[in-house]
């Protein structure tokens, strides 16, 4: 059970980011990467991928 609601929650951000205008992956990357240092709720918001600026997207996931 537990692996279906997790397969259900990934399903959710790749669909919210494509519904969005981003790449799905280049999105989740970037969220993974700056989540653990948000430590405000400002800071978490501008991850949310209807606040992420497609070509900041881009722009930033460049290793």
Do not use: F
């Not at 692996?3 to 790749?14: F, K, P, Q, R, T």
């Not at 400002?42 to 460049?62: C, F, H, M, Q, S």
Request: a positive charge; proline letters at 6%.
């Amino acid at each position: 059970m537990l692996g279906a609601c997790a397969s259900a929650v990934i399903y959710s951000l790749v669909q919210t980011a494509k519904a969005n205008g981003l790449e799905p992956y280049a999105w989740l990357r970037r969220v993974l990467r700056d989540l653990p240092a948000a430590n405000t709720v400002e800071a978490v918001e501008a991850l949310l991928p209807w606040n992420v600026r497609r070509a900041d997207l881009a722009a930033r996931t460049i290793p």
